[in-house]
């Protein structure tokens, strides 16, 4: 049983480029959220997608944006791409209509590293 | 707002000596308590959680946690460490929704065995 598989692993951007990483999830998961990581830094929640719509947000902005696929698969895009995105952009996702518990566990992919030159 | 703290940056453990890794988190109520590890170059994986009932909680790998309200810490813990344990650890708080939560997460521990 394949886990959760993002697309591409490593990319290099320059400022004010456009990014899409994408993110297929843990089969029978229907939630998936993002995760922007820093180098040396936690893991920071970019936004939540369940049934196609975005469920919750963190602290970041419009240039971030989703979207969830009926087969409930996910884009991250980044838009005018800034050094500090450099990051490792992680997708967990989660069996969120397994009730409350079962949809806090996640399970996370290894992420896409992208450096923004 | 949650947040978490994890004091130590760096630890240093012997190869067979036991572990403590602390954790501290605030929060308005109770929430889910997590425990991941990640290797070099890898993803998250899930150690073990707290959702309620017994504040022991077990988990994989020989790793156990200790949710203590009072102290509001949930401490990770491992009697005898092996060098395959060398990684970076992360405490993160859940809020109680009643969906899947985001999850706040410490800027973690790293962890160094010696041989």
């Known amino acids: 049983d394949a886990g959760v598989t993002q697309s591409p692993t490593h990319l290099i951007k320059t400022r004010g480029q456009q990014v899409t990483l994408r993110c297929s999830p843990k089969s029978g998961h229907d939630t998936v959220s993002w995760y922007q990581q820093a180098l040396g830094q936690g893991p920071q929640f970019i936004f939540q997608y369940y049934e196609e719509e975005e469920r919750q947000r963190g602290n970041f902005p419009d240039r971030f944006s989703g979207h969830q696929f009926p087969n409930y698969s996910s884009e991250l895009n980044v838009n005018a791409l800034l050094l500090g995105d450099s990051a490792l952009y992680l997708c967990?996702?989660?069996?969120?209509?397994?009730?409350?518990?079962?949809?806090?566990?996640?399970?996370f992919g290894a992420g896409s590293r992208l450096t923004v030159l | 707002a949650q947040s978490v703290t994890q004091p130590d940056i760096h630890i240093t453990v012997s190869e067979g000596a036991s572990l403590e890794l602390r954790c501290n988190y605030s929060y308005g109520a109770t929430p889910y308590l997590f425990w991941y590890v990640q290797s070099p170059g890898q993803g998250l994986q899930l150690l073990l959680k707290y959702f309620s009932g017994d504040t022991l909680v077990q988990g994989i790998k020989g790793f156990e946690a200790e949710f203590k309200r009072s102290q509001s810490s949930f401490n990770l813990r491992k009697p005898s460490v092996h060098w395959s344990d060398a990684a970076e650890y992360f405490c993160?708080?859940?809020?109680?929704?009643?969906?899947?939560?985001?999850?706040?997460f410490g800027t973690g521990t790293r962890l160094q065995v010696t041989l």
């Open positions: 967990a996702s989660s069996p969120g209509g397994r009730g409350e518990t079962g949809a806090n566990v996640l399970t």
């Open positions: 993160a708080v859940g809020a109680r929704t009643g969906t899947a939560s985001k999850l706040t």
